[in-house]
């Protein structure tokens, strides 16, 4: 099956400085790739995500780059804030008879401080 | 609000007890799942249901059993669970028929002593 490898699994920023959370995927096939971000008892919600048909997807200091040859894709947050302290997930999916199945990374803990 | 909402918000049980976890869903989608999330681990999907039919079960123990009455709410009963079933678990909805984006409920922290 799919195995999404995510780093680091925290990181440490300064307010304005940029955080880049990087991932791996094992399956060719994949073609879709959303990024959550966790907030502290909140569910994931969805912040970016980018389909396989696409290099780079930005939205306003959010932006997601795919390199599918290497099959690594990178979260890129510009001009952090402390709101932005949160924990992000990468996912990987592909069509299924049930669908698509989301497989996760482990997360990363992102601390933004002032 | 991502328009999916879970109850209890949060659960503790014994290891005989019998318990229910509810979701719904204001989206209109027809496709509903169960996550377990556990520290250190990545969400690990259990069941997928589109159009009421389950569709994924991906190797849960029988001691979860989930039920899905319509496209707007998912149940997952909970039975004679251990300690180490003791996590966040989350509902989710999407599209079905190719629409990939699933939007997550708040999560039930369960706690099995």
């Known amino acids: 099956g799919e195995n999404v490898e995510q780093h680091p699994s925290t990181l440490s920023v300064q307010e304005g400085d940029s955080a880049v959370i990087k991932c791996t995927y094992s399956d060719s096939a994949s073609n879709y790739f959303p990024w959550y971000k966790q907030e502290l008892g909140k569910g994931p919600q969805l912040i970016i995500d980018i389909r396989s048909n696409v290099g780079e997807k930005k939205d306003q200091r959010i932006a997601v780059t795919l390199n599918k040859t290497a099959k690594h894709f990178s979260l890129h947050i510009t001009e952090t804030q402390p709101e932005d302290s949160a924990v992000y997930f990468c996912?990987?999916?592909?069509?299924?008879?049930?669908?698509?199945?989301?497989?996760f990374g482990k997360g990363t803990s992102l601390l933004v401080t002032p | 609000e991502t328009g999916v909402t879970q109850t209890p918000r949060h659960l503790v049980m014994g290891m005989t007890n019998k318990k229910s976890l509810k979701c719904e869903q204001h989206l209109g989608h027809n496709a509903m799942y169960w996550y377990k999330q556990s520290a250190k681990k990545p969400l690990e999907l259990m069941f997928v249901y589109n159009f009421k039919e389950q569709t994924e079960n991906n190797s849960v123990p029988s001691r979860f059993s989930p039920e899905c009455p319509n496209s707007s709410h998912l149940f997952l009963h909970l039975h004679t669970l251990q300690p180490e079933d003791s996590a966040l678990y989350l509902c989710?909805?999407?599209?079905?028929?190719?629409?990939?984006?699933?939007?997550f409920g708040p999560g039930t922290r369960l706690l099995v002593l």
């Open positions: 989710a909805s999407s599209q079905a028929g190719g629409r990939e984006t699933q939007y």
């Open positions: 996912a990987a999916s592909k069509k299924s008879n049930s669908g698509y199945a989301l497989n």
